[in-house]
């Protein structure tokens, strides 16, 4: 069965350091998509970020990049240069292709604090 | 403006009234979905739909209904709303169906609903 797993409940990074959300992945699909959403406080869901299985290059979305590792099913986020507007809630989620239907699943998440 | 309409934002019903929560798109886009969102469950797919008339479940589709008679419509129907069903529900669609090599997914700003 599919499923994401993010392994960090909740993390504390310094302004203006960079920090790397972990996220895993299991699926024997081998067409599949990577998302990464951010859920402030205020509760709205804000896509970061996409990787598509077949791409070959790390996707990269102003500071924040997906750091791929296909052989290993990890798709970790880095956020470079922290602000204190990145504290928040983080999303990890998979969509599967046709193999899987289609169907989309997510993480549990990871809170981030970013520290003045 | 790109976005994703819900309504209502806020619902407070009794066990067994019916109600529809709405959600439209203004993107042309064919991937939608239904999320809710417990606290310490994250994020789970209710319904999905690839195209008009075509309508998919996700993980937890039981005491849910949902139609796709138009492309930018998805609403989501409860036929006799429970307690367990008070949740935060998203509505979401992306440009794809989020395997290939570029994607975006817009959520709407969520409706927070309680069945009494």
């Known amino acids: 069965a599919q499923k994401i797993t993010q392994t960090q409940p909740g993390m504390f990074v310094q302004e203006k350091e960079a920090v790397t959300l972990d996220c895993t992945y299991d699926?024997?699909?081998?067409?599949?998509?990577l998302f990464w959403y951010k859920q402030p406080s205020s509760g709205e869901m804000i896509f970061l970020i996409y990787q598509g299985s077949y791409d070959q290059q790390n996707a990269t979305e102003g500071r924040y990049s997906l750091n791929f590792q296909k052989a290993r099913k990890s798709a970790n986020l880095v956020i470079s240069a922290s602000q204190l507007g990145d504290s928040a809630m983080y999303f990890c989620a998979m969509r599967e292709g046709q193999t899987g239907g289609f169907k989309t699943i997510f993480g549990a998440g990871t809170r981030l604090f970013v520290k003045a | 403006e790109a976005q994703v309409t819900q309504n209502p934002r806020y619902l407070i019903t009794v066990t067994g009234k019916k109600l529809t929560v709405t959600c439209s798109q203004n993107m042309n886009h064919e991937y939608m979905s239904w999320y809710r969102q417990d606290p310490g469950l994250g994020l789970r797919q209710i319904y999905y739909?690839?195209?008009?008339?075509?309508?998919d479940k996700g993980d937890v589709p039981e005491g849910y209904k949902v139609s796709r008679k138009e492309k930018r419509n998805f609403p989501l129907i409860l036929e006799s709303p429970s307690p367990n069903q008070t949740s935060l529900y998203f509505c979401?669609?992306?440009?794809?169906?989020?395997?290939?090599?570029?994607?975006?997914?817009?959520f709407g700003p969520g409706t927070r609903l309680t069945v009494l």
């Open positions: 699926t024997s699909d081998p067409s599949y998509g």
């Open positions: 979401a669609s992306s440009t794809t169906t989020g395997t290939g090599s570029t994607d975006t997914q817009y």
């Open positions: 739909s690839m195209n008009v008339e075509v309508t």
